[in-house]
């Protein structure tokens, strides 16, 4: 979650593909979630790009959240914006949330809402 292995991002997809393709890869899955303080590449080595939808498909003030899934479904992949994650606490209209939108920075938001939407995932 909002992670990257020091040897690179390269480095990290071509292990985590290679765990998915090991020993029982039928019941392997992987749900991959970053913000931009992690990721920035054209393309995320997990979830092939004709699979990934961006929503807003034109960003609004910079917000956005990608979120794709490989053919076979083992593998999620979402990224959000750095300004969906951050929220402003002190906007009119703002309503509490828990965490607080807004009392984190992006990187600390993403597991807030990353093991809310991995639960969703049957285990394999």
């Known amino acids: 979650m909002d992670g990257v292995d020091v040897q690179g991002w390269n480095h990290m997809t071509s292990a985590f593909n290679g765990w998915l393709a090991g020993t029982n890869a039928s019941r392997r899955g992987l749900r991959s979630y ?60 703002h309503v509490k949330t828990i965490p607080e939108f807004g009392s984190f920075d992006a990187h600390h938001m993403v597991p807030a809402i990353a093991f809310g939407h991995a639960a969703q995932f049957p285990l394999r």
Do not use: C
Request: charged share 20%.
């Open 34 to 93: 970053h913000s931009q303080d992690t990721y920035s590449a054209p393309q995320n080595g997990l979830v092939p790009p004709s699979r990934v939808t961006r929503l807003p498909p034109v960003p609004v003030r910079g917000i956005y959240v990608e979120e794709g899934n490989s053919d076979d479904g083992r593998v999620t992949w979402v990224h959000f914006s750095n300004p969906s994650l951050v929220g402003d606490k002190n906007a009119p209209g």
